[in-house]
């Protein structure tokens, strides 16, 4: 991979915003200087048990949001209705605890537990999906099979969601925006074709770009066949993009980028600290599954989002999630583990990485 060209502050300062809904005050003094404001704070969280099965059914007054050990007020909670009517294996409410209501003293059932005033509640949550597919060199083997396991996950989504595709290898091509007409995905899907370098983390850093400033569920999928071998930002300073925007980032792979142990750590580093998952497919039935996956994982998260406490902190605030309730401590919990904030910073426009790396990706 080539050398790092900037820092992730310089990365920052470039894309002209953090995470969630931002605002921006522009300084009186300094027409270039921007002072960026976070006012809202979303999370994307998955909850299973023990064998990997979701937990649906749970409530607002369920979860507990630390950040910086300061703890948080949800202010909007969403459970997608996909999560609670769908039957691939989800745990059901009636195994919940709290959902169907035990008759145990301990334990409170919805009824007995009101659920807590300020919180809006919605059991529909639209996600905005990110397809981004490798078309470098190394894609010439299974490529026809990458591109039917894509397709069958785009057709696959939620009418009410929005999905977009994107190919890379030394460029990034945007061949179709966000949309509810998945048919416009897939035919800009079989219009790709196979050559070139791979620069997967510019093209992802770009793709996180583009994500960051939409609410709600908001992922990218990535399909890569190989090591990055033509970017100029290394995978750490997209991860904390990601992380920081609350962007989830999954990464379908094959056995050759897993053979690179380098590629392999990065994905699943990547995936991991966004609050996705990362899959090692070995034929193009494993492809298929792992986009199976991937959907039930995108409408099984509860999104939670809360308006952060004063703090004095400028930089990287940790997220901390946790269950409480009796019966509820034995199930896990995965989402991003906190974001970076940035002060005031001068802002130049010549300086924008985005640009530049879209007009020169070596």
């Not at 809904?21 to 009186?28: G, K, L, M």
């Not at 946790?322 to 995965?334: A, E, N, P, S, T």
């Amino acid at each position: 991979m080539a050398n790092k060209s900037c820092t992730f502050i310089g990365i920052f300062s470039c894309l002209f915003f953090l995470q969630g809904s931002v605002s921006f005050t522009a300084a009186q003094d300094d027409p270039l200087r921007l002072r960026v404001n976070v006012v809202l704070v979303e999370l994307n969280v998955a909850v299973t048990d023990s064998k990997g099965n979701y937990v649906t059914g749970l409530r607002p007054q369920d979860f507990s949001i630390i950040e910086d050990k300061l703890p948080q007020k949800i202010s909007t909670f969403e459970e997608s209705t996909s999560s609670v009517n769908s039957s691939m294996g989800a745990t059901r409410r009636e195994q919940n605890p709290l959902s169907k209501g035990d008759k145990s003293p301990e334990a409170a059932s919805p009824e007995a537990t009101p659920d807590p005033p300020g919180v809006t509640i919605s059991h529909f949550a639209e996600a905005n999906v990110f397809v981004l597919f490798d078309t470098s060199n190394y894609m010439y083997r299974g490529f026809v099979f990458a591109q039917d396991a894509i397709a069958d996950f785009i057709r696959s989504m939620d009418d009410s969601s929005k999905v977009a595709f994107y190919s890379y290898s030394r460029n990034l091509s945007r061949a179709t925006t966000l949309s509810s007409d998945h048919f416009r995905s897939v035919s800009g899907l079989r219009n790709t074709v196979a050559g070139d370098d791979a620069a997967l983390y510019n093209s992802l850093l770009l793709t996180v770009k583009d994500a960051a400033t939409l609410r709600g569920r908001k992922a990218i999928v990535v399909f890569s066949n190989g090591p990055d071998n033509a970017s100029s930002v290394p995978p750490e300073d997209v991860a904390e993009l990601a992380q920081s925007t609350g962007t989830i980032i999954y990464i379908i792979s094959t056995r050759q980028a897993q053979e690179d142990p380098i590629s392999a750590a990065a994905f699943e580093r990547v995936s991991k600290v966004s609050g996705g998952k990362a899959y090692f497919a070995k034929n193009w039935r494993q492809e298929k599954q792992a986009f199976g996956a991937i959907r039930e994982d995108l409408v099984h998260l509860y999104t939670l989002s809360y308006y952060p406490q004063p703090n004095p902190n400028r930089g990287w605030r940790s997220i901390k999630v946790k269950l409480v309730g009796k019966g509820l401590q034995k199930y896990h919990i995965r989402t991003r583990d906190g974001y970076r904030l940035l002060p005031a910073t001068a802002i130049s426009t010549e300086d924008n990485l985005g640009s530049r790396l879209a007009s020169d990706p070596k």
